[in-house]
């Protein structure tokens, strides 16, 4: 036993022979700026990808055309009643209202019952990650606070073409002022989903059960 142990130590002992620093992070310097966009050809096409493989209803609409989108997109999801964060697009907010849909608004804030009773809930974005297929909630007013977005169980989120990045360490780049005001993220990867022991796959519980996301362009 010993053999081995003074065997496995001494291999250790020689590759470490040209170390001369004990950090590693100075010893060894990566050419690389955390941050930075990584190579991803088609980032948009890669994040419409990765939203899709997580079950979620994902559409590239021209910029212009969003406000019918979301309308669209309500009604295919069975909605009848919606609620739209204070700070929501005016075309987006009068589209919904015109549309006949009962819509709701969270000022005052709603209570946990009345949001329960809302079957959809309209928001902006702060960034979308293309390697992940997640976005993110900083609770902007365009956005809504937390609860608006856990609550009712469908959520339509608009994510505009200039708020998809490459990864997760340009996603916390892009994220680091909502960080510095102490705003609250939300990293929503696909609608809610979870498994129990047996595998058994149970949906919307800590979320929406349906999400649409509208990719404007």
């Not at 669209?72 to 589209?95: C, F, K, M």
């Not at 708020?163 to 990867?189: H, I, K, M, Y």
Request: charged content about 25%; glycine content about 6%.
């Amino acid at each position: 036993m010993s053999t081995a142990r003074d065997e496995i130590l001494g291999r250790i002992r020689t590759a470490l022979s040209d170390v001369t620093d004990a950090d590693p992070a100075r010893d060894v310097p990566v050419a690389w700026q955390y941050g930075r966009a990584t190579d991803i050809a088609d980032v948009l096409g890669l994040f419409v990808e990765r939203v899709e493989d997580y079950r979620a209803v994902v559409e590239r609409v021209p910029l212009a055309d969003v406000p019918d989108a979301v309308v669209r997109h309500l009604r295919d999801t069975g909605a009848s009643t919606v609620v739209l964060p204070v700070g929501i697009e005016a075309a987006w907010r009068a589209a919904v209202e015109a549309s006949g849909l009962e819509v709701l608004s969270d000022e005052p804030a709603l209570s946990h019952d009345e949001l329960n009773r809302v079957d959809a809930v309209v928001t902006a974005a702060a960034v979308g990650i293309a390697e992940t297929g997640t976005f993110v909630l900083d609770h902007r007013p365009d956005q809504g606070r937390r609860a608006l977005t856990l609550v009712p169980d469908r959520h339509v989120c608009v994510v505009r073409a200039d708020q998809v990045v490459t990864d997760v360490p340009e996603a916390v780049g892009r994220l680091a002022a909502s960080v510095a005001e102490g705003l609250p993220l939300t990293w929503v990867s696909g609608p809610s989903a979870t498994s129990d022991i047996e595998l058994n796959r149970v949906e919307g519980v800590h979320g929406p059960r349906t999400l649409h996301v509208l990719v404007a362009v």
